[in-house]
C-alpha cells in the first residue's frame, strides 16, 4: 500500500469512528476489511473498477464463509461512498458487484435449563466466582453485548430502581430492566469487588485480577469454561446469552417492539431473526410428535 492508500485509509477511519460514530470494533473491521483489499492491488483506488473487486472477492471465497465475504464487500462499498463524498471518485465499482447469496442466519440458543445449568454451576467461594456469576446474570437477565458489559459502569446501575442505563453501538444510550436474580447477584460482587487499580477504574463494574476492566476475551474465556464446567456441550460465547434472552423473551409473549428497545437494535428487522428460531423450535417439536410425521 503506497503512502496515498495510507492517507486515505487514515482518512477514513477518522471518518467512520468521528462522524458515523461507529463502534471502535466496527471501525476496526472495516478498516481492516478496506486495508486488506489496498494491499492486495497496486492500481490507484480512484481507478479500480469492479472487475478488480470482483477478483479479490473470488480469490479469497475458499477461505472465508458467505457471511464474511458480504462483510468485506459492505466495508469496501462503504469506503468508495466516502470517496465519492469526498470528491476522489465519482462511482462505486461495488456497485456492479454481485451480492454473496446468504441464508438465514440463526445464531445458536441456549434452553433456558441450560443457562440455569451455567450460571448455577458457578463456584461462589471466591471474589472471582461472585464475580463470573454477576457477569452471567447481566449478560442473560438484559440481553448485554460483550463491549457493553466490559465498558458497564457502577453508577450506571440502579439496583434500587432495578434497571441499568447502557452505552451501545454508536455511543447510544438505552434504559434496560434487571431482574432479581441479576439484581442480587451484582450486589453480592459488589460486596467482593477488589479495589480498583488507578482512580480511573473505580466506576468500571467488572475488574479483573489485577483492577483493571475485563476485556472482552477474559469474558469469552470465562463463559466457556462455565458452559464446559456445566456439560453444556455446544459452541457459544458471551452473545449467546444474549440470543438466548431475546429468544425466551419472545417465546413467553414479549412485544418485538420492546425486545428491539432492550437490545438496542437500530431496525427491528434485525430483531426478527429470533421470531424466527421461535419458529424453528416448535416446527421441530411438530415435526418430532405429529403421528403422520
Excluded at 131 to 142: D, F, K, S, V
Excluded at 188 to 204: K, M, N, Q, T
Excluded at 206 to 234: C, I, Q, W, Y
Aim: aromatic share 8%; glycine share 6%.
Amino acid at each position: 500500500m503506497d503512502t496515498d492508500s495510507e492517507r486515505l485509509l487514515k482518512d477514513y477511519r477518522y471518518y467512520l469512528r468521528m462522524e458515523r460514530k461507529m463502534s471502535p470494533n466496527t471501525v476496526a473491521s472495516y478498516s481492516s476489511d478496506v486495508k486488506f483489499f489496498l494491499d492486495g492491488t497496486d492500481a490507484d483506488v480512484r481507478s479500480v473498477d469492479s472487475d478488480a473487486v470482483a477478483a479479490f472477492l473470488a480469490e479469497r471465497a475458499e477461505d472465508v464463509s458467505k457471511r464474511s465475504q458480504a462483510r468485506r464487500l459492505s466495508s469496501l462499498r462503504s469506503f468508495f461512498d466516502w470517496l465519492i463524498m469526498e470528491g476522489e471518485r465519482t462511482d462505486n465499482p461495488c456497485d456492479a458487484v454481485d451480492q454473496p447469496k446468504l441464508g438465514r442466519y440463526l445464531p445458536a440458543v441456549l434452553s433456558v435449563e441450560e443457562v440455569a445449568a451455567i450460571i448455577e454451576g458457578v463456584d461462589t467461594g471466591s471474589w472471582q466466582g461472585v464475580r463470573n456469576r454477576a457477569i452471567l446474570e447481566m449478560l442473560y437477565g438484559c440481553g448485554l453485548r460483550v463491549s457493553e458489559l466490559c465498558s458497564l459502569k457502577i453508577s450506571n446501575v440502579y439496583t434500587g430502581e432495578k434497571f441499568i442505563r447502557v452505552v451501545g453501538k454508536g455511543d447510544k444510550e438505552r434504559l434496560v430492566p434487571i431482574g432479581g436474580a441479576a439484581v442480587d447477584a451484582f450486589v453480592a460482587w459488589l460486596d467482593v469487588r477488589p479495589e480498583a487499580a488507578a482512580p480511573s477504574f473505580d466506576d468500571y463494574a467488572f475488574l479483573n485480577r489485577f483492577g483493571r476492566p475485563l476485556s472482552r476475551v477474559s469474558v469469552f474465556n470465562m463463559v466457556k469454561a462455565a458452559a464446559l464446567s456445566a456439560g453444556v456441550d455446544k459452541e457459544i460465547s458471551p452473545h449467546t446469552f444474549r440470543h438466548s434472552f431475546a429468544t425466551h423473551l419472545i417465546e413467553n409473549g414479549a412485544d418485538l417492539r420492546v425486545v428491539q428497545e432492550m437490545l438496542g437494535h437500530e431496525s427491528i428487522l434485525t430483531t426478527e431473526i429470533y421470531t424466527h428460531i421461535d419458529s424453528a423450535t416448535w416446527q421441530k417439536a411438530v415435526l418430532e410428535h405429529h403421528p403422520r410425521r
